[in-house]
T-cell receptor, first 112, second 114 residues
Framework: NAGVTQTPKFRILKIGQSMTLQCAQD?????MYWYRQDPGMGLKLIYY???????DKGEVPNGYNVSRSTTEDFPLRLELAAPSQTSVYFC???????????FGQGTRLTVV | DQQVKQNSPSLSVQEGRISILNCDYT??????FLWYKKYPAEGPTFLIS?????DKNEDGRFTVFLNKSAKHLSLHIVPSQPGDSAVYFC?????????????FGKGTLLTVNP
């Protein structure tokens, strides 16, 4: 049982490039989330999804897009990367009826 | 506007003693409070949670206390072990549909000295 899997683990992007951070979960969870963590800060919610085909903005959505075509996958798209998007990105999932979310290992992104 | 606050960036305790990590919140609509543990280069790991209708929840060495009137919760670790050294995040969420979003504090770095 892999849980929540994020790829890649590390990436360096140049300013203006774009990329997709992949997230997959095998627990049949309906809720999925993308967070970013900056140094010395807590995790801030970027986007979330309550089920396939349904997504909504979190606290810091600017510069990002998401899609949720299946229950398992929740990719995060960065368009026109900026240095302010240098961060560690975490994907998480949870099921109905339980408050805890389960996190992936994270993707460390540097924009130069 | 920080809805979940962890005012102590760090805490150092001796092995075998009690560790007490504190968290304050401002949103009275939160239904659940959770503690996560995070090691460097890993994702947060769920530790323990408490519903807003309870004032205490225990799981082994970990106990969470909730004081709703003070909008304050704390995590007690007894006895503390060197392997407990990590960053601890307090989080809170509502319930139902889009309210199931975790709001995190900034974290407290716990160091347990042998």
């Amino acid at each position: 049982n892999a849980g929540v899997t994020q790829t890649p683990k590390f990436r360096i992007l140049k300013i203006g490039q774009s990329m997709t951070l992949q997230c997959a979960q095998d627990m049949n969870h309906n809720y999925m989330y993308w967070y970013r963590q900056d140094p010395g800060m807590g995790l801030k919610l970027i986007y979330y999804s309550v089920g396939a085909g349904i997504t909504d903005k979190g606290e810091v959505p600017n510069g990002y897009n998401v899609s949720r075509s299946t229950t398992e996958d929740f990719p995060l798209r960065l368009e026109l990367a900026a240095p302010s998007q240098t961060s560690v990105y975490f994907c998480a999932s949870k099921t109905t009826g339980f408050p805890e979310a389960f996190f992936g290992q994270g993707t460390r992104l540097t924009v130069v | 506007d920080q809805q979940v606050k962890q005012n102590s960036p760090s805490l150092s305790v001796q092995e075998g003693r009690i560790s007490i990590l504190n968290c304050d919140y401002t949103n009275s609509m939160f239904d659940y409070f959770l503690w996560y543990k995070k090691y460097p280069a890993e994702g947060p790991t769920f530790l323990i949670s408490i519903s807003s209708i309870k004032d205490k929840n225990e799981d082994g060495r970990f106990t969470v206390f909730l004081n709703k009137s003070a909008k304050h919760l704390s995590l007690h670790i007894v006895p503390s072990q060197p392997g407990d050294s990590a960053v601890y995040f307090c989080a809170a969420s509502g319930s139902g549909g889009s309210n199931y979003k975790l709001t995190f504090g900034k974290g407290t770095l716990l160091t347990v000295n042998p």
